[in-house]
């Protein structure tokens, strides 16, 4: 492979409609947000002009924030071409579960199969969204509940400005975490369909894409890391996650901790009480991490280094806690007792 191709292996998400960065979603994303701020400024005279310049401002996209980002993708990729080989495979993980279903009295193979073809590629495009959305919540919570998880997730949080490109600021480490998730995701769902359904199951697709995660990304999804708050209406809000609610979660502000972890759908957040809606609450917000945390929006051997740090700094505490403190105590318990030098 040579240099160019390289190259375009780096930046090949831009051309990737899979991906979240395709340059077609994000011309999508910047048109809606034009339409939102001329909108909002009722035709005022010089309003697409002033929103052209809003949308593109320099102060974001050549922040220091976001030239952190731009330098943590191109490392980062560099790294997925060397981790990749080594993880785990959704084929093996895939025919375990395939196989372990045989065991299972109540059920049998193509139970199901008698579905009409169409309403079976419906099922199976909804329930591969849906479970790998909510892999996606139940991943992201724990990043915020952990602190050995925080360690990694923190650097993502790090980034002051937010930019389309600030969903690939993650640690190496978090992202192989995810990596796995869509592993076990797929690898699970996939073959349960399989399973019950017979071999004829397939996706509604555009592009290639899940039809679902295509109408995601051409409705804005890299709005979310922008800086264009977009609300929704209450209701909707409780349906499917608003840019603006995933700048509350990107928030400094103390009440807006530990709000709106979800992907696509706010459903997750609103049964498990972690919904925030953005009504009333997006003015004047500031990105980061809280003032106590030691980290750096900016500096790649902070944003790198330090998670390590922490994480062992984290282990060897829950080492001593967990293991030397009670192992310690057992040994007391078997320790014969002093003889009493006055008997």
Known sequence: MDLLDQIAQIFADFVNPKKRIFLGYIALSALIALGFLVVRRKGARGAWAQAVKQILDPKVFLSRSAIADYKIFVINRLFSFLISPLLLSQVGIATAIYFALHRVEFLHPGQFSTLNQPTIIALFTLVLFVVDDFSKYLLHRWMHRFPLLWSLHKVHHSATTLTPVTVYRVHPLEGVLYTLRSIVTQGSVIPLFYFLFGSNISLYTVVGVNVMVFVFHVTGSNLRHSHISISYWPWLEHLFISPAQHHLHHSTAERHFDKNFGAALAIWDWLFAS?????????????????????????????????????????????RRLVLRPALRLLALFRSPRSDPKA
């Not at 390590?308 to 829950?318: E, G, P, Q, V």
Request: zero cysteines; a neutral charge.
């Open 275 to 319: 919904l925030h809606l953005s009504k009333g609450e997006t003015s004047d917000l500031t990105f980061g991490l809280d003032a106590r945390e030691n980290s750096s929006e900016a500096q790649l051997s902070v944003l790198y280094l330090q998670p390590l740090r922490d994480m062992a700094r984290i282990s060897k505490r829950l080492l």
